[in-house]
């Protein structure tokens, strides 16, 4: 079987449209706009040009290799499409062609398996990929007037989605989180290439280092516990359809059958994959593990200039089952020196309001070299005297030092505008942060394994 | 006993500073940065001119009446101050200064108590109070060289913090998640006005809708439990110090005792008070009934242009003991007309992606009409389909008829930038909206009252 392949050189459409709009224009020109660096090849009988691309009338014309085929054309032509990838020996064909099983339509599916040859199928009824690091867009939206065109940030999260409109709506999210993917990948109805087949490429793939799955439906349960189990990488998932109306709801989104959701949660421990309960869930998960290790134990230390945010954080922790200790008496020395004479150093180190970069910094490290300590919290909360940006560099610091030492730190930085500004410094230097403490603290516990809901 | 006065039309600044920077300086200029319409009248014994305004060289100087006096003199000159208040029939002193029972002076304290008459005295210690209505703001902050003042937009959440870094984080967070406040209130070391107070005087207040208190220790239980069982305007309340590790941080930051967290939770289920657990959960809850009537019962209605939202809310809900049931035959004879064919029409109603404006009033007015539903939420997700602006409008046309009908509609939005952007409109039109599945469940659970965590 030929290898599935996301980073195509040479990709044909296949159904390229004249007509701004259409699934097979809006496609070949998110291509072009994605500014994708291999050969485009527009494929439409009537022939004429798209947007300055010559069309060719058929694949076949093509002479040069093409690793990807996206097709756009009406569903009954498909197959013959998709003989003709075979014929050309295409390695991954992305249909994002609707009208299949969806619409009461399998038979156009069993012919597809039956002439694809070594072709990998991504679909029927696919959005599309997103290609980050290509870079490579080959999606089909927006068709909006205003081209709100969304490509996300590179990073280290591989995504998959059941869902087409929730992976455009999590690719947004994502930039606005300042979250950064290595790549996306709508499976549709998934006939051919499904999670197992791209948790095995994402496992290949020297970009990603979190596998995180939107699924409403496992086709086949061995194929995918097989690849969990011998995932490298870890996996975090969102089974929707986990209460009797959800599943009534997945049944009449993409037909799929869904199925106990006791017996996903126990194959789901069983293959160790973090199960999220919503997308925050699982974006909150699969970017702290992109970006930080796991903590070597429960025991938490936090950072802050607002006294009552330690307290909220240090709720937040305890009520799921992790510790937030007085620290070593050495720790405490150093804590002393560091924070205003009318508060008692301890954890939290409440550093007041007027604490600088270094008071910062110093604290931080105190905290994360502590041998009692797994990892540490920094905590903001912007008031009139807080120094923002001497905080966010502090915080990236201590940060840098939990990495030598394998321990993570965390950031919940609470406020308006400017925090916002910031959490895209500290998501460019790695550090994960987020502007509540229940998403903190919930993002610690799952590091430490210790957080079941 | 003198009433508590928290919107003054006249001012004493007594403590003002001639040094930019200084508590007393950054005071006065916040009081006039704010807009203030009433008179303002600097105290500064050795006299010359702040920002524009003669000082007078004590309070007794000041020939006209003085509703409000706002004290940033030294802790040792305060109990003459507040003397002199007493003298003058001041209404309210509100004491920034600190140096009293916080670093081990509660003497100083009682002498406060002893001159004070009639006056009622906010603080010491306390950060100030923000007013958007009047405007006023006669808190302290900033100090920072960019002048990054916050002063929140005007609203129905009355505000009580026992934390003043925090009540400055949460004016901040406020802002950024478009939500809005009748009066922020720092109370400090609660010496004479305490929650109690403010619970009565937030009753009386027009502006305010909602109170909403970050506590770590009630002093008076007994009076605190009579003003909230009285208090005809809903109470929503973070107690911080829930854990151990929490209440020994409590005991640091504000000396508060703290006590048992389960005779907090009692004493709150008896006054029927909805308990919060972090500052986010407090502004959904209180934004959400400042702006909606209570459910009818706890069966929702979903309308989603995408098929994994509407999932996943419903799975958000139904964890939290909602239900999501199939409407009436009725609705669904009137939501077979706005779904796309292939798709079965039910609860959530899954509009399809190319859902226009009347499709989404319609779905949603359709439910909200239903008998059977008690509450509406209406959810978006940023496709590349998407017309954010006419679901937007539309929701909050149902949103309009949901008011008459007396049921909540919550918007849940998920999406990048421009979704942030609409936040505000739906803000402006009284519609809470939020950015997750979980919150957007969460506080529909809570008018539904059978939210117990």
Redesign the interface.
Known sequence: MSHLNLNPQSIAIVGASHTPGKVGY?TLRNILVSRYKGAVYPVNPKGGEILGLECYSSLLEIKNKIEMAVITTPAVLVPSVIADCAKKNVETAVVISSGFS??GRPDLEKELLKVKGDVRIIGPNALGIKNPWGPLDAA?????ATF???MPKKGGIGLI??????L??MA??A??EAIGLSLIVSVGNKIDVDDADLIDYFNEDPHTKVIAI?L?QVNNGDRFMKAAKRSKKPIVA?K???????L???A???GAMGGSDKIYDSAFRQAGIIRA?????LFDYANTLALMPKARNSRIGIVT????????I??????LGL????PSPETLKRLRDLIPK???P???A?LG?LANFSDCREAGKALIEDNKIGGVIMAL???????LEEYTSATIEVARRGKELGKPTIGCW???????DLREILAESEVPIY????RAAKVMAMLCSCYTK
């Open positions: 809006n969806e619409v089909f939206g927006p068709l909006d709100s065109y969304v989605s059941q869902s087409g409109a929730l455009l709506g947004h999210l930039n606005e939107y409403e969102v929707a359809g986990r209460s009797e109306a959800g009534r709801a997945t009449s989104h993409t309960f919503s997308v925050t869930e200039n607002g006294g009552g945010l330690g307290i909220t240090t709720d937040a922790c305890e009520s510790e937030v200790p007085q009318e508060i008692k301890g954890n939290p409440d309001g909360v912007q008031t009139g005297l807080t120094k609470m406020g308006g505008k400017q925090i916002r502007p509540s403490v229940s």
